[in-house]
């Protein structure tokens, strides 16, 4: 399956932005240096056009989208949405800040999105619009029916998109069924540091693992918690928080953690679903790592603090 888009993606990564560019782009001496680099990438053109990187990035991500789109539409269209339906829920939180919020004007929106913005504010607004993706009306439907006011929307579509996320992933692959279940393992543990009520069904941990897993107690880890812990290696990162509390820490080194595994599934199987989906965060994580490099040669943030941010893109 997907052996043309695997056959692509191995043309494309000979000049993807890479290890190599990222150490160069850190260790430049000033902002102008640094995005020269650019040109040494597969981020060349649109860097060619526009000097802002926020548009070059934005171009590049539209790219991503027509390419993914183009070579699994014909095999795994559910592959697609599952990769870029979550823009699709940042225009939903957007559109019904937009409905809830007396004070709130958009003033941005994004493009990469698979249903137009104009398209999901229109359902917001008048519940015979519906939307042409059916998983984002399921999102759509279940944060309407459970938001009462502004400040529930955050949490609500986060639990409405981790819910559909799942059915999505059970069509597009194995890889993405392990993505989703992890990141509702995630969304469960934060909820649970934070004292929260929330708990998203459809991840690999019960809510009794999870508390395991915060407690750390000697014996209390059940062998399932236990096999679980050691395929994963979370045990580290629970243990880092419990030292030091800082939950800003916790999400990133999360982030980081998720990331990894995705890499490393397709070093593992290196073809199809495993490539597509590899190549998609990879990309991903490179534009976060670029926006926090420039962010840092203009706030004269240091090297270990920026290398302690960055995400894995290899």
Same mark, same amino acid.
């Given at each position: #399956?997907?052996? !043309?888009?695997?056959?692509?993606?191995?043309?494309?990564?000979?000049?993807i932005?890479?290890?190599?560019?990222?150490?160069? #782009?850190?260790?430049?001496?000033?902002?102008?240096?640094?995005?020269?680099?650019?040109?040494?990438t597969?981020?060349?053109?649109?860097?060619?056009?526009?000097?802002?990187?926020?548009?070059?990035?934005?171009?590049d991500?539209?790219?991503?989208?027509?390419?993914i789109?183009?070579?699994?539409?014909?095999? $795994?269209?559910?592959?697609?949405?599952?990769?870029?339906?979550?823009?699709? *829920?940042?225009n939903?939180?957007?559109?019904?800040?937009?409905?809830?919020?007396?004070?709130?004007?958009?003033?941005?929106?994004?493009?990469?999105?698979?249903?137009?913005?104009?398209? &999901?504010?229109?359902r *917001?607004?008048?519940?015979?619009?519906?939307?042409?993706?059916? !998983?984002?009306?399921?999102?759509?439907?279940?944060?309407?029916?459970?938001?009462?006011?502004?400040s529930?929307?955050?949490?609500?579509?986060?639990m409405?998109?981790?819910?559909?996320?799942?059915?999505?992933?059970k069509?597009?692959?194995?890889?993405?069924?392990?993505?989703?279940? =992890?990141?509702?393992?995630?969304?469960?543990?934060?909820?649970?540091?934070?004292?929260?009520?929330q708990?998203?069904?459809?991840?690999?941990?019960?809510?009794?693992? =999870?508390?395991?897993?915060?407690?750390?107690?000697?014996?209390?880890?059940?062998?399932? =918690?236990?096999?679980?812990?050691?395929?994963y290696?979370?045990?580290?990162?629970?243990?880092?928080?419990?030292n030091?509390?800082?939950e800003? $820490?916790?999400?990133?080194?999360?982030?980081?953690?998720?990331?990894?595994?995705? =890499?490393?599934?397709?070093?593992?199987?290196?073809?199809?679903?495993?490539?597509?989906?590899? !190549?998609?965060y990879?990309?991903?994580?490179a534009?976060?790592?670029?926006?926090?490099?420039?962010?840092?040669?203009?706030?004269?943030?240091?090297?270990?603090?920026l290398?302690?941010? &960055?995400?894995?893109?290899?």
């Amino acid at each position: #399956m997907l052996e !043309y888009a695997t056959g692509l993606i191995n043309v494309l990564e000979k000049n993807i932005f890479d290890l190599q560019d990222q150490e160069r #782009m850190i260790n430049a001496p000033d902002r102008e240096t640094a995005f020269k680099i650019l040109f040494d990438t597969d981020l060349a053109e649109s860097s060619v056009e526009e000097k802002s990187i926020e548009k070059i990035l934005e171009k590049d991500l539209l790219s991503l989208k027509e390419f993914i789109h183009e070579t699994v539409r014909n095999e $795994r269209e559910e592959l697609f949405w599952f990769l870029f339906l979550k823009f699709d *829920v940042l225009n939903l939180k957007i559109a019904l800040k937009e409905k809830f919020s007396d004070d709130f004007q958009a003033d941005f929106s994004f493009s990469c999105s698979v249903v137009p913005f104009s398209e &999901i504010q229109k359902r *917001v607004t008048d519940a015979k619009n519906k939307v042409s993706n059916e !998983y984002l009306e399921l999102i759509i439907e279940e944060a309407l029916e459970n938001i009462d006011k502004a400040s529930e929307i955050e949490e609500v579509v986060d639990m409405a998109f981790l819910k559909t996320r799942v059915k999505i992933a059970k069509k597009a692959g194995e890889l993405p069924l392990q993505i989703a279940k =992890l990141e509702i393992d995630i969304a469960n543990l934060k909820n649970l540091i934070k004292e929260k009520d929330q708990f998203v069904e459809g991840g690999n941990l019960s809510r009794d693992d =999870l508390r395991k897993l915060l407690d750390l107690e000697e014996g209390a880890i059940s062998k399932g =918690l236990e096999k679980f812990l050691e395929a994963y290696n979370l045990f580290l990162i629970i243990k880092e928080f419990r030292n030091d509390n800082l939950e800003a $820490r916790l999400e990133k080194n999360l982030e980081k953690f998720l990331s990894k595994e995705i =890499l490393q599934k397709e070093r593992d199987r290196g073809t199809g679903t495993d490539k597509v989906v590899s !190549y998609f965060y990879r990309k991903i994580n490179a534009h976060s790592n670029i926006r926090l490099i420039f962010f840092a040669k203009e706030s004269n943030l240091s090297i270990k603090e920026l290398k302690n941010n &960055i995400l894995p893109i290899s």
